[in-house]
């Protein structure tokens, strides 16, 4: 079915831009209601939820990170893609891209993901 693959640099300088593409296969990025996620996990720390780009091309992003953050696609490669802006040594960790399907509405914040990437390192360091 529908499987997600995020590629990238594996090492960013401070206060440089972090850009990963996450490319989909087995679904369409413009099926209706899908949406597509970013979710990073600090090494010792839970999942954080960083943003998402719905079907439309609507994105939206988590308070803490959303000056810094956005989230972008191309559809013609049926990928999106994540830059994060200024990072610093607190923004290394594990990066996945994750859809929860075909959840929508009212159910959405509560339906699992239900398709994930492998995941990707990523640190910062000078």
């Known amino acids: 079915q529908v499987q997600l693959q995020e590629s990238g640099p594996g090492l960013v300088k401070p206060s440089q831009t972090l850009s990963l593409t996450c490319t989909v296969s087995?679904?369409?990025?413009?099926?209706?209601?899908?949406?597509w996620s970013w979710i990073r996990q600090p090494p010792g720390k839970g999942l954080e939820w960083m943003g998402v780009i719905a079907y439309d091309g609507s994105t939206y992003y988590s308070p803490s990170l959303k000056s810094r953050t956005s989230i972008s696609r191309d559809t013609s490669k049926n990928q999106f893609s994540l830059q994060l802006n200024s990072v610093t040594p607190e923004d290394t960790a594990v990066y996945y891209c994750?859809?929860?399907?075909?959840?929508?509405?009212?159910?959405?914040?509560?339906?699992?993901?239900?398709?994930w990437g492998q995941g990707t390192q990523v640190t910062v360091s000078s």
């Open positions: 994750a859809t929860k399907g075909s959840a929508y509405g009212l159910a959405y914040a509560t339906s699992p993901y239900e398709y």
């Open positions: 087995g679904g369409s990025i413009t099926t209706s209601y899908y949406a």
